[in-house]
């Protein structure tokens, strides 16, 4: 396999080469025989890539960015605390100091916990080419809006008026198996869950209860069917269609 290191982001990948960042999925899906690209092109240190910047009722945060040092920001704690708090539970401090944030969205593992917070604060995916609002890129189970050879170079996130983040993870993976992120604004609520489907989506029941009521008990008193939901050996479509308004209801009170 051949490694090398981009200059900029204007590299160009090969026909059968992938970006590496953190390699926190990548790697594992290589030893795992589930990916085998002929060359590896190494994004992590370009400078384009890196940074936490806040401006304009914004939190732009470049693509190579770690889960550490989002946990460890003081601009992310002080303008989206809730950001901060997935960034600092996501895995553990292996994957936390080597997992990047552009990597996790790229990969769209339908348990992560960053595509959930980008679909509910409403987020902007930026490439190299283009930007992407959030609810046009993740489309599906481990699939985006991002063709072929396409670099995310940052995320922008819109500042809530609150937000919150509650996540029941599967102890060994520490993935979500169910994990919800309720954002509040002057326009609405909006609520991701990802961990209980095919990929990450938004829960608009719970988004009208608590654009009604903004409260851990509008939040429960929502019903959602099982249907559609993921049913494995660590719990029930049932099970966790019973989760997600729990965990909203506990996201509402801590935002």
Avoid at 12 to 36: V, Y
Avoid at 133 to 161: C, H, N, R, Y
Avoid at 204 to 226: F, H, I, K, N, Y
């Amino acid at each position: 396999m051949n490694y090398q290191t981009a200059s900029s982001v204007a590299a160009r990948l090969g026909p059968d080469d992938k970006f590496l960042a953190g390699g926190q999925s990548l790697l594992g899906a290589i030893k795992l025989g589930l990916a085998a690209p002929e060359g590896l092109l190494d994004v992590r240190r370009l400078p384009e890539l890196q940074g936490i910047s806040v401006a304009g009722g914004t939190v732009r945060i470049g693509a190579a960015t770690t889960h550490a040092t989002v946990a460890a920001s003081p601009e992310v704690k002080q303008a989206i605390p809730a950001l901060a708090d997935l960034a600092g539970r996501i895995g553990d401090r292996q994957v936390r100091n080597v997992g990047t944030i552009g990597g996790s969205l790229a990969n769209n593992d339908p348990a992560a916990c960053y595509p959930a917070a980008t679909l509910a604060l409403g987020a902007t995916v930026h490439t190299a080419s283009r930007t992407i609002a959030a609810d046009d890129f993740f489309q599906g189970l481990f699939t985006t809006a991002l063709q072929e050879g396409e670099l995310i170079t940052a995320v922008s996130f819109p500042v809530p008026k609150a937000a919150g983040w509650q996540k029941f993870k599967q102890p060994a993976s520490r993935f979500s198996l169910v994990g919800v992120f309720v954002a509040r604004f002057d326009h609405g609520v909006r609520v991701a869950v990802t961990g209980a489907g095919a990929g990450v989506f938004r829960c608009t029941e719970l988004e009208q209860a608590l654009g009604r009521d903004w409260s851990p008990a509008a939040a429960r008193a929502v019903t959602l069917s099982a249907e559609g939901l993921n049913t494995d050996l660590h719990g029930t479509a049932a099970y966790r269609a019973a989760l997600i308004p729990e965990l909203a209801a506990r996201a509402v009170a801590g935002a």
